[in-house]
């Protein structure tokens, strides 16, 4: 059984935290102060399935509800652009079956999949209260319910999304994750033809936040 936190992963949070050290560091009077607060929030994430060859065999997949939390630093560039860092616990995943929607003889497999996040995003405000986010995430696998499909560890997703300031001090977002590698991939047989081939996964996910700054 292996360790829910691998010994490799320590080696990538002093660069985490390197990252939102210097939002609070490296600025000068001309810029406004950096924000620290935290932001948790839940997610609905799929899978994205895709078979070589893609013509033969059956899949169907399904929703899976998680959550992100963690901290956040944002550091205001000018009136109407925000470079914002994140660091995110998150479970994201999916439901899967190597069958048809609805086949009463193939079982649902369940994915569940705990990762450490790293979003790197501009906020640009065209009006006020009112935000896009647009950026990209890194992800770093700590465990998941599938070890013998899910092995590799790094994921790496483009986000998109829009954000509101409830307040000064409090943030509502909407963001979509759009992951662009393979996290994941196994083995099918099409018993009709009896061809052997691959399946692999990129992970997908609909993200709901509230964050509070100090």
Known sequence: MQPLIPPDFWKIVPYAFSVLAFLGLAQDSSIAQTYFGVKAGPNISHLLMTKIPNEFGDSSLGQLYGFQAGVVAEQPIGKHLVLGVELLGARKGGRWSLAPIGDPFEEETISDLYYLNLPIFFRLIPIERWSMDIGIEGGYLLGSSEEALFME????????????????????????????????????????????????????SLQLSVAYFW
């Open 153 to 204: 560890r790094a994921d790496f997703a483009w986000l998109l999304g829009a954000s509101f300031h409830l307040s000064r001090s409090i943030l509502a977002s909407l963001r979509y994750s759009l992951g662009n590698v393979r996290v994941g991939e196994g083995h099918f047989l099409d018993e009709d033809t009896g061809i052997n081939g691959v399946y692999y996964f990129r992970t997908r």
